[in-house]
């Protein structure tokens, strides 16, 4: 679950652990309300710059801050016809 995203980063919750220097990709599709155009998505890659442990009771445990070293935008295919 993503928490947080700026240019800079982004920092989401995962329930197992990753190493800090571990490359990543990622793919969030923001509300269309932010984006103005439906199935609009970003996609990228991001460097793990920090680990936290959030919880030990929560499936998301596992709190991770990555630096993202690019991305870009697209657009999703609409499945109706």
Request: no cysteine.
């Amino acid at each position: 679950m993503t928490r947080d995203i700026s240019t800079g980063g982004l920092y989401f919750r995962i329930g197992r652990r990753l190493s800090v220097g571990m490359r990543i990709g990622f793919s969030i599709m923001p509300p269309s309300e932010v984006t103005q155009a439906t199935h609009a998505f970003i996609s990228g890659w991001a460097k793990v710059v920090r680990i936290e442990e959030v919880s030990e009771d929560s499936v998301d445990r596992v709190g991770i801050g990555a630096a993202i070293e690019g991305y870009k935008f697209g657009q999703a295919e609409s499945s109706t016809s």
